[in-house]
Each structure stands twice: as C-alpha cells, then as structure tokens.
C-alpha cells in the first residue's frame, strides 16, 4: 500500500521476517493501520534515496514489529513526547504541524488495545529512528488436520469479483499527507478516475469553484481549516452541484464517535485509515452512483 509513496521518493523497503515470527492474537486490519502509519511516518521523514526496514522478531512472550529509517531522527529532548497526539494543538483536528503527531498516538493506542506496547529510538537529529511494537505472542492451535482442512477449503473459494471501472469520474483528494495523497490517488487513477488533489480546506474549496468534481474525498485532521469544516462550506455552497457533492471522508480518527460526528458535518460515508484498496474503490463507485444515477441500461444519467 505504501510502495507508491516510497517509490516516488527512490526509498527503498525491506523486510526481514526471519522465518517464522510467531503468532499474535489481533484485529488485522488494526495491526494493517498501525504498521501503515509507521511506514508512512518513516517515508515523510527520509531522504531522497533513502532506505526503510520492517523487521518481525519472536521474543520469549511477544512477537516484535520493528521498523527503522536513516532519516530525519528524534532530538533527545523531544523522544519522551513522539507519542503524544498533537502535543501544540492540544489534539485538535486542526493541525500547523506534519508528521510526529497523530499517526504515532494512534499506533500507541492500538497496540495497548491489544495488550502490547510501542517504543521509539534515535540517536537524535538526523540519525534516523526506530519504532518497536510489541504485541503479546499466543501458541499456534491449529493441528496438522486442521491446516490441512483450512488450506483445503481456501483452495474452493470462490475468486473476488472484479473491481468497478471509475472511468469519467472526477474525484478530489484533499489530505495534507502529500503521501498518503499519493497513495490514495495511485488506486483510483489505476481505475480509470480523473484525480485532483488538495492539501488543504482552502485550495479545495478554490478547486470546487474552478472545477467540475463528482466526488470529494477529504481527510479530517489538516492545518488550519479541518475537514469537518470544509464539508459544511461545502453543503452551505450556493451552487447546487458543490452542495449535493457525494463525499467521503478517508481519516485515522476511526472511533465509532468520529464517524457520527463525520456523517453530522455532512459527509455520506467516513472510512479509516488505511483503506483497503477495494473497499475504497467500490465506496467511490457506489458515490459516483449517486452523483449521476444509473438507467437500467447501465448509462450515467444526470
């Protein structure tokens, strides 16, 4: 999900798995989200040219995820705070500061939620960083049989179904993660989609005056004027096709609270970060469905 990204800096990704880790008892796709918000933190903060490794190890009671960047380092001073959600701001969903913030409380939050630990490294300024999660390891309790049975079982499953052509939609990306953007823009141009991007509230909202947009995805958390903010401009707009706009809002704040209050501010849907790929695809056809509806003939109609 992040190679786009590193990609497009010349970062190089390694892993090193070291045979056979161990086993952990957890919510995939919160272990997805918090390895995806250190990745994506190791790339913001490293050079052109750079390198990043992920490395999963077994200690005695945990299975250990480590990931480890040459770049921009930790001042002594600051490491006792990394993990502290937007430590200027007071965790406000308005931000003036990228990078060490969010992402890293999140991560914090999800592995104790699972019983686990995070911990940070660095020699200080400009000599890189590491991130150790630490997640409790359980016995694997599957029998040979068993194994057998399961593997037997994927091999009858049926293959997933194509993914929905974007073709002709016009979507805008707002997210002051010029990675993250990257990312998400990199899916939907594979689908055919027509992507703009913003990197904050203000340009967009100068996009949407300019330029023919079907579908706004928006972050929530970004500097000065949050997404909450712009989607009620938004629906305020005085031309009808900005204010019935289908939107979507794509954010770490992945608490059942944040999207209520996500839907309340006038977005259809509210996703968390990191989607996965389909389900952030089929969610952008389903809105371009009703942005344009669809005749029984299968021809987009206004």
């Given amino acids: 999900m992040v190679q786009p990204a590193a990609d497009a800096k010349h970062i190089q990704l390694a892993t090193d ?9 957890a919510d995939s796709g919160r272990v997805q989200q918090i390895v995806w918000n250190l990745l994506t933190n190791a790339i913001k903060f490293s050079p052109e040219g750079g390198a990043i490794r992920v490395k999963v190890r077994r200690a005695p009671t945990t299975v250990k995820i480590i990931v480890s960047d040459g770049g921009q380092g930790i001042t002594r001073e600051f ?34 939620a699972h019983g686990g630990s995070v911990s940070a490294e660095s020699e200080g300024e400009g000599l890189g960083a590491t991130f150790i999660v630490r997640l409790p390891a359980v016995a694997m309790c599957a029998t040979p049989s068993q194994t057998a049975a399961s593997l037997a079982m994927r091999s009858v499953e049926p293959q997933e179904p194509q993914l929905a052509s974007l073709a002709g939609l016009s979507i805008l990306i707002v997210d002051d993660d010029a990675e993250g953007c990257a990312i998400v823009a990199e899916y939907l141009v ?14 967009a909202l100068e996009i949407l005056e300019r330029k023919r947009v079907d ?11 949050d997404g909450y903010s712009l989607i009620r401009r938004v629906r305020a707009s005085t031309t009808v096709e900005t204010a019935s706009i289908p939107a979507a809002a794509l954010t770490s704040f992945a608490r059942d609270e944040d999207r209520q209050q ?8 509210h996703l968390a970060k990191p989607v996965d790929p389909r389900r952030l695809i089929e969610t952008i056809a389903s809105l371009g469905r009703v942005r344009f509806g669809v005749t029984r003939h299968g021809v987009r109609a206004y």
């Fill in 215 to 225: 579908i706004l995805l928006a972050d929530i958390a970004m500097p000065d004027e």
């Fill in 17 to 25: 798995m070291q045979g056979r880790p161990g086993t952990i008892c």
């Fill in 190 to 203: 594979n689908q055919q989609a027509l992507v703009l991007t913003a990197s904050s509230a203000r340009q």
């Fill in 79 to 112: 490491l006792p705070y990394v993990f502290e959600s937007f430590r200027q701001a007071e965790g406000a969903t308005t931000r003036r500061h990228g990078g060490l913030g969010l992402g890293l409380s999140i991560v914090k939050h999800l592995a104790e």
């Fill in 262 to 269: 996500a839907l309340a501010a006038g977005f259809h849907l």
